[in-house]
């Protein structure tokens, strides 16, 4: 169904002079996306990386899933202005509003702005420095933000025309690296 | 029209005596000064907590009418640009906004300040718990904020202590704010000044309105606001539009009916001489004794002194045909001079009332009615012409009817005495023992206000408990103590809650382990876990620096304005000392409560409710004892000026007519407050002059009685113009004080007919 539609909208972005235009058109053309996800989380602290596992949903306009499995069960789901933060095994549930976190804002920005194809919020949080076509490219984000950028310095994204498939953040705190597979 | 040149002038000259009085008489509008002086340790207590407690400093706003996010958005917007605003102590909305270096300060001195900093959470099972919490925590999506606190603090003492100051979390937080149903964003401000600094509070207000407008709020979005400063405000609006409407159609209805009798408009400038001099009189007076107006006592007062149009009223309407209106006024002076001494004697009670706000009221009617009548004897026959006004007639049917009642005077009696018995039957009307139902602010607001703080989660504070200390240090440890032992019956607020005293600080710090002890069990702690070996030196490092660190104390608050602004309201430097409060949020059992207070000395416990009930029973108490003192006043008066038959004859008019009035006050379903006693007593010294001058033509002719008949009735009418438009004010005082003379004043008339001489020869 979602390859479908992507599919539709390839010869339109195709026509396109502009690739990383084309990259958004297909991915604002991509109304819904499920995949599973391994992500590998350097932590200076620790000797060796941090291995989770989950599924990742996105549904436009601007609600994004982050299910975590393994090791310990966790929500991280981001709708509107809302993100909230669930950890069963700890009791914790927490509701946070993006506009008292601007800190957060860029971040959760650089993966839903780029789901939604809306390259315009992407450059209001991000330098964006694109390269590639539709088939394979990379956008490398940097914050525009001075005080996030001493804490995050660049996240790059890879993908295959509509579907997101890595997310690497460089930070202080190490790097981490989200790998995704789409769901069946 | 020359004829009444003296008059104007006089009145000319007493209108522009009036603002400059007025530019020298300072005007209050605090509802304690309606509470009498304190008697005990706990009621001197409550007085000073209504006047100046941090209840008194608080401004609760609501922003409701959009979506939950745009009220967020509001709310985060009003709380940033009132925390910059140097008026306020506090703004809390629900989001931390502990600034950075609060939160360095803090954060350094956890160790002493965290009620979770026990030697249990450093023995080595606790520490591979908060280990593998801090792995677990490093995994999440929260990693960043876990990574920023919790290789320090991995016993979580920090966090543990913020969120015990959150409280409970008895209000509900969405989109990073409190949020109760509704939606309604909501948002506490505690001033700097006083809640009795009106014009600071007004500022304040003012401050919140312009932020709430400055955060941009959408079409629809409304800001409710509920404080001090709003309650004077409506207070202040209330009183004014309820005078403002009262006396404008009164003056129009008097003047209207003023017209009709006397055939002419000077009437009207005849009645404001008295009036005017005895304004100024009893605000002179209040004014030179107390120093400052209670604005209540002003409103009062000055319609209490509209009794003093009946004075020139009687004057006039008792001029026999060709008498020189100086001789009537000599004529008649011994009956008002008697009516006067009477209606003063009456008002005596409230000077000694304990109310510092019913003294005032007491005083000024006293005074401007002494002021009006001799302005009545002496002014009036000076400036108008000696032929004075001339008067119509009455309709002869209703003065026949009126004249003939007292061949009735058994029925009437009758009456009274049926009446009597269902009162004592019924028990009579019920007393109100609710402070806010005296209070000049409007019910809704009040409502308003009582919604705002119950969704805030503020207490319910029914239960509040003292204690005194020589210094501040002694005043925590006390709180300390105190809070330990009532700890069984209830969840205790105080101030050694947010800053332990310093022995509390000293003792949590010297149960720290050692570097090397506590450098080893972290050792053993970490073992299997995939922590690197240096992973937790900061908290090495920082729980070495905390035991250099001396304690924080209240004074060297300088950089945690949160942290001061949290106990401010719970420990606070008095002239004899520290004083701190303890406020139970959560009473489980009252009895062991007190029983538990009571074991520890010096702690004295106030139940707000039964203590301000107590007040006013009190009040109530020594208001109706002054008042008997009063009567019997009253009663020795009339005795000396008419004798024993005659002071009997008036004074069973007199308390018929208050039987008669408390009896409709019942019917009704008034609940008595002190205010009604009040103008039962202004009532008592109105009904007086009706049956005082009723009875005056006891061996005159018919004509003259006649007369007497009309200028009483036209001091009723005139009276009833007035007072039964108060009894359709929302001011509480307005309202008792114009239903209970209202209704007084027509049972007292019809009784002064009724229970007037016999005359010989019936007209």
């Known amino acids: ?184 | 029209m020359r004829r009444f040149a003296r008059l104007f002038l006089a009145l000319a000259v007493l209108a522009a005596a009036f603002p400059l009085l007025l530019r020298h008489v300072e005007l209050r509008s605090d509802i304690t000064d309606f509470l009498p002086a304190a008697g005990t340790e706990e009621a001197a207590f409550l007085l000073r907590e209504l006047r100046s407690g941090a209840a008194t400093r608080l401004l609760v706003a609501g922003i409701e009418g959009a979506a939950p996010g745009e009220l967020a958005g509001i709310s985060r917007g009003m709380a940033q640009r009132l925390s910059a605003d140097p008026r306020f102590a506090l703004v809390t909305n629900g989001s931390t906004l502990v600034n950075e270096e609060e939160a360095a300060l803090l954060f350094a001195h956890r160790y002493a300040l965290s009620p979770a900093a026990t030697p249990a959470a450093f023995a080595e099972p606790a520490l591979r718990a908060s280990l593998e919490g801090v792995l677990d925590g490093l995994q999440s999506s929260a990693a960043p904020l876990v990574r920023r606190f919790a290789l320090a603090d991995p016993t979580g003492a920090f966090l543990a202590m913020l969120r015990g100051w959150a409280g409970e979390g008895r209000v509900a937080t969405e989109h990073g704010v409190w949020m109760a149903a509704g939606p309604r964003a909501l948002l506490l401000a505690q001033t700097r000044a006083a809640g009795l600094d009106t014009q600071a509070q007004e500022a304040a207000v003012a401050a919140v309105r312009d932020a709430f407008a400055q955060a941009a709020p959408p079409a629809g979005a409304r800001l409710l606001l509920s404080g001090p400063g709003i309650f004077a405000a409506e207070a202040a609006a209330t009183v004014r539009a309820d005078v403002r409407l009262v006396s404008t159609l009164s003056f129009v209805l008097v003047g209207g009916f003023l017209f009709w009798r006397y055939r002419s408009p000077m009437m009207l400038a005849v009645v404001a001489v008295p009036l005017a001099a005895g304004t100024l009189a009893g605000l002179a007076v209040v004014a030179a004794v107390f120093g400052h107006v209670h604005g209540a006592a002003l409103g009062f007062g000055m319609t209490m002194l509209g009794v003093v149009d009946d004075y020139p009223i009687l004057l006039v309407t008792n001029r026999a045909a060709g008498e020189a209106l100086r001789d009537t006024a000599r004529r008649i002076w011994p009956t008002l001079r008697l009516a006067v001494a009477a209606a003063v004697a009456g008002l005596a009670p409230m000077l000694a009332s304990g109310f510092p706000g019913l003294a005032q009221l007491g005083l000024f009617a006293a005074s401007g009615l002494v002021a009006a009548a001799l302005a009545t004897r002496f002014l009036l026959p000076a400036l108008l012409p000696p032929e004075g006004l001339a008067v119509r007639p009455l309709p002869e049917r209703l003065a026949h009817a009126l004249l003939r009642l007292p061949a009735r005077r058994g029925v009437v009696l009758a009456l009274l005495a049926l009446v009597a018995v269902a009162m004592a039957a019924t028990g009579g009307p019920r007393m109100e023992r609710d402070l806010a139902a005296l209070s000049p602010v409007p019910e809704p607001v009040r409502a308003l206000d009582g919604e705002l703080r119950a969704q805030v989660g503020a207490p319910d504070v029914r239960v509040v408990l003292a204690l005194r200390a020589d210094t501040a240090e002694a005043a925590l440890q006390a709180a300390e103590r105190a809070a330990t032992a009532l700890s069984g019956a209830a969840t205790i607020d105080h101030a050694a809650r947010f800053l332990p005293s310093a022995a509390t600080q000293r003792a949590r710090l010297a149960a720290l382990p050692e570097d090397a002890v506590l450098a080893a069990r972290l050792a053993a702690a970490r073992e299997g876990l995939p922590f690197r070996a240096t992973a937790f030196d900061p908290f090495l490092a920082d729980v070495a620096a905390a035991r250099a660190l001396a304690p924080l104390t209240p004074d060297g608050l300088g950089a945690a304005p949160l942290l001061a602004a949290r106990i401010a309201p719970l420990l606070r430097q008095e002239p004899d000392g520290w004083r701190a409060l303890l406020l139970p949020t959560d009473i489980r059992d009252p009895a062991a409560l007190r029983a538990a207070a009571a074991g520890v000395p010096g702690l004295l416990l106030v139940d707000i409710k039964a203590e301000t009930e107590a007040l006013l029973a009190a009040n109530t108490g020594i208001a109706l004892r002054w008042a008997a003192l009063g009567a019997i006043a009253v009663l020795l008066l009339l005795g000396a000026g008419r004798g024993a038959a005659g002071g009997a004859r008036i004074a069973a008019a007199l308390g018929g007519a208050l039987l008669l009035t408390f009896a409709a006050l019942a019917a009704l379903g008034e609940a008595i407050t002190i205010f009604h006693l009040t103008a039962a007593l202004l009532l008592a010294g109105v009904g007086m002059d009706y049956a005082l001058f009723m009875s005056r033509s006891e061996n005159t002719a018919g004509e003259d009685a006649a007369r007497a008949l009309g200028s009483v009735i036209t001091c009723m009418v005139t009276t009833l113009l007035t007072f039964g438009l108060l009894a359709l004010c929302r001011t509480p005082v307005l309202r008792a004080t114009g239903l209970t003379v209202t209704i007084g004043v027509a049972a007292a008339f019809l009784l002064a007919c009724a229970l007037a001489p016999r005359r010989s020869t019936p007209i």
């Open chain 1, 1 to 184: 169904m979602t390859g479908r539609r992507a599919l539709l909208a390839l010869p339109l972005a195709a026509q396109a002079p502009d690739p990383l235009a084309a990259v958004m058109a297909v991915l604002s053309a991509t109304r819904e996306s499920r995949a599973s996800f391994v992500e590998e989380k350097e932590v200076p602290e620790l000797d060796r990386p941090i291995v989770s596992r989950g599924t990742l949903a996105w549904r436009a306009p601007d609600r994004l899933e982050k299910r975590t499995t393994d090791p310990a069960p966790e929500l991280f789901l981001v709708e509107g202005d809302r993100v909230t933060l669930e950890r069963p095994q700890r009791g914790l549930r927490e509701t946070i509003a993006l506009d008292a976190a601007p800190e957060l804002r860029p971040l959760v920005e650089a993966l839903r702005a780029t789901l939604a194809g809306d390259i315009a919020t992407l450059r209001q949080h991000h330098e964006v420095a694109f390269s590639g076509d539709t088939t394979l490219w990379r956008m490398v984000l940097v914050p525009r933000s001075l005080r996030l950028r001493g804490a995050v310095q660049r996240i790059a994204l890879e993908g295959r025309g509509g579907f997101l498939a890595v997310v690497e953040t460089q930070g202080n705190e190490g790097r981490t690296r989200l790998m995704a597979t789409p769901a069946p």
